[in-house]
């Protein structure tokens, strides 16, 4: 089982829906603890409502006789969520944390204040054992003091996280191959790149996707290179089966390996 706290995402695409899906294509079983409701369409966030503490402590309590193997963490909107989650978090030594930092969201409003990155900083990230930023996300977490990622990731490292997959879809330096989108896996000892055809369109939940589906392998208990190349393998083929409904954002389709079913009243046996 995979511990989610994260925020609601209406459209389905990011947030909650997006990780249990993940984590249920992956093969493993979701339990979903809000973080945040908010209000979005695949343009932009129009509004964040943060989950109250003791809501999010209460309902992760509540599941404490479940046999959690990995925790995934999406959105936090405030500096009292992320004590919450901090706690959550201790509450489960040795158990995989995966956390995506949601920093902005994909139509460009900001999602966490300077306070906010601050604190997960200090206080989350010695509890992480993979972040998964993109470049821009590992930025803003790192500060301004460095020259390249890796020096950020180390930045990262020595503040307590274990490992750092930086995503290289938004490639603000233009690094990456044309063509292609790169991700690479830094950990104190090595670094592994992969890359991916770029595919021609811009995904709403690409992010939690492939942090669930990281915390689904090694809840199931892959190596984190093994559960990194299993995770961009499944993400990259839910946003290739991805559709685009109206305005905005296209949508992965993280169950496309679930044809449409026939329902007949013969498979029901008393
Ligand atoms: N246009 C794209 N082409 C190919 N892969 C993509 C594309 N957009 C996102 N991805 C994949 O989605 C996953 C999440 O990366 P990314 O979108 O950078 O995260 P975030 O949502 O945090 O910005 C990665 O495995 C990345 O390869
Ligand atoms: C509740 C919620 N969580 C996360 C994201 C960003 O998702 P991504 O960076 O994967 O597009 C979002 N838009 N809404």
């Given at each position: 089982m995979v511990l989610v706290l994260a925020g609601h995402d209406?459209?389905?695409?990011?947030g909650l829906v997006a990780d249990a899906e993940s984590v249920a294509a992956c093969g493993g079983w979701a339990l979903t603890v809000p973080t945040a409701l908010t209000v979005q369409d695949l343009v932009d966030v129009q509004a964040v409502h943060p989950v109250p503490a003791s809501t999010i402590r209460q309902a992760a309590a509540a599941l404490e006789s479940l046999p959690i193997a990995a925790i995934k963490i999406g959105l936090i909107a405030d500096l009292e969520a992320l004590d919450a989650v901090v706690d959550v978090v201790r509450r489960r030594p040795g158990v995989p944390v995966v956390a995506d930092p949601v920093l902005k969201a994909g139509g460009g409003s900001p999602l966490a204040t300077q306070e906010l990155i601050d604190a997960y900083f200090e206080r989350l990230l010695p509890r992480v054992d993979i972040l998964t930023p993109n470049r821009g996300e590992l930025a803003r977490l790192a500060?301004?003091?460095?020259?390249?990622d890796t020096e950020r990731c180390v930045s990262l490292m020595h503040q307590g996280c274990q490992a750092v997959l930086v995503t290289g879809t938004d490639d603000p330096e233009g690094q990456?191959?044309?063509?292609r989108v790169a991700h690479t896996l830094h950990t104190p000892d090595s670094d592994r790149q992969w890359t991916w055809p770029r595919l021609p369109a811009t995904f709403h939940g690409s992010g939690c996707t492939l942090a669930a589906a990281v915390a689904t392998r090694l809840a199931a208990g892959e190596s984190l290179v093994q559960a990194c190349e299993q995770a961009q393998v499944f993400a990259w083929q839910a946003l290739a089966h991805g559709w685009t409904p109206g305005q905005g954002q296209s949508l992965p389709r993280r169950l496309w390996k679930m044809p449409t079913p026939r329902f007949s009243p013969d498979e029901v046996k008393v």
């Open positions: 209406p459209t389905g695409g990011a500060g301004l003091d460095y020259q390249d990456t191959a044309k063509g």
